[in-house]
């Protein structure tokens, strides 16, 4: 049985690396598998770095209602937040009695956030509070971008070894990606979009203050006059147009820039509109949902008892494994 599990952390807004790296994904496989697709909101991970209080409340409301905007049904599939279940953190600490310090410390996301921030504890311990999550579900199937396959690797790891040790009750997960978004790049060309480096497009940002920002985007280099040709390859508004446009516009991008047929203000002008088809409906129905908070608030409470009953299960199981005792 295909079970999917994955998380989105309630740290700033939602943004279209997270959108077409993972949230398409998640409705894809909801309409596939249903209750056994499920997905969190994992405030828990939030907090492992300096947050405000009311800031995280507001965060976690508007990721599940930017997901449900989105597409995603929380009628069909399972939709919660992480705080909501408790399990998550008795697993993730089970979890940390059985990990070594060092497969910790060599988790490239724990170095590069802990030279950003002064090093809370919980930094290093997210990792196995996302095996937690993972292996609460006995998911097999983690849809992620690229820069989760670290992680999903160590859950792998951590299962493997609980299930040598205390015997086998762990799959071992494997990481699926949208692969034509496995890294959306920044706005600022500088790498990976990603909320804490300032570069992204909100899935609910206005379409205006999204073309302030394409309008101004680094384009191939080369291209320094209109009739200068350019290499789609290497420009970020290329990467892009594969993400919104249509196959004939990226077609017709490609030619036109290699051949210097199309400037980058009109490329840029075209990409806008794929920006709009995508974005617009998506940030229609979140403001039916804004105007409507008790539908997100409901499905969150609804989509935590259906989490819980299977957490609950699992941790009876691994209590009995561990030698804890059973209440
Ligand atoms: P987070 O909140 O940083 O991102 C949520 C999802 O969006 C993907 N993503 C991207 N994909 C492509 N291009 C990008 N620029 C981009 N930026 C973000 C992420 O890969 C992720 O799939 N540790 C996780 C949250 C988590 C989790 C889990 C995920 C906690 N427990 C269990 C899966 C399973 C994170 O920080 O994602």
């Known amino acids: 049985m295909k079970r999917v599990f994955s998380g989105i952390q309630p740290t700033g807004e939602i943004h279209i690396g997270n959108y077409f790296g993972a949230i398409l994904n998640y409705v894809k496989l909801g309409e596939e598998l249903g209750k056994n697709s499920i997905y969190c909101i994992v405030d828990y991970h939030a907090i492992t770095i300096p947050h405000e209080p009311e800031l995280l409340r507001k965060r976690t409301f508007d990721a599940a209602l930017v997901n449900m905007a989105a597409g995603l049904d929380p009628s069909k599939v399972i939709l919660f937040a992480q705080s909501d279940v408790r399990e998550h953190t008795e697993l993730g600490w089970i979890f940390s009695t059985q990990t070594p310090l060092g497969d910790l410390e060599r988790m490239t996301q724990f170095k590069d956030k802990s030279s950003q921030h002064s090093v809370l504890a919980g930094l290093l311990m997210y990792p ?97 006059r209109r009739t200068d040709p350019g290499n789609p390859h290497i420009c970020l508004i290329f990467d892009y147009h594969k993400l919104f446009s249509d196959l004939d516009t990226i077609q017709m991008v490609e030619v036109g820039c290699s051949t210097a047929g199309i400037g980058c203000i009109d490329c840029k002008k075209t990409l806008m509109k794929g920006v709009e088809r995508t974005l617009v ?41 561990l030698g804890l005792l059973n209440p």
């Open 128 to 224: 196995t509070l996302m095996a937690a999550d993972i292996l609460l579900y006995k998911a097999n199937t983690v849809p992620v971008g690229e820069d989760q396959v670290q992680h999903i690797e160590l859950t792998r790891e951590i299962a493997r070894r609980f299930n040598n040790r205390f015997g086998e009750l762990f799959p071992e997960p494997l990481a699926v990606h949208n692969k034509d978004a496995l890294r959306v790049p920044g706005v600022d060309g500088q790498g990976k979009m990603s909320k804490s480096k300032g570069n992204t497009l909100g899935v609910l940002e206005e379409i205006d203050s999204i073309w302030q920002k394409l309008r101004v985007a680094p384009t191939d280099p080369a291209r320094v």
């Open 281 to 321: 409906p998506i940030q229609q129905r979140a403001q039916e949902l804004y105007s409507t908070p008790d539908i997100v608030k409901d499905a969150l409470h609804e989509g935590a008892r259906e989490a819980r009953q299977i957490a609950q299960q699992t941790m009876q199981e691994v209590r009995d494994a």
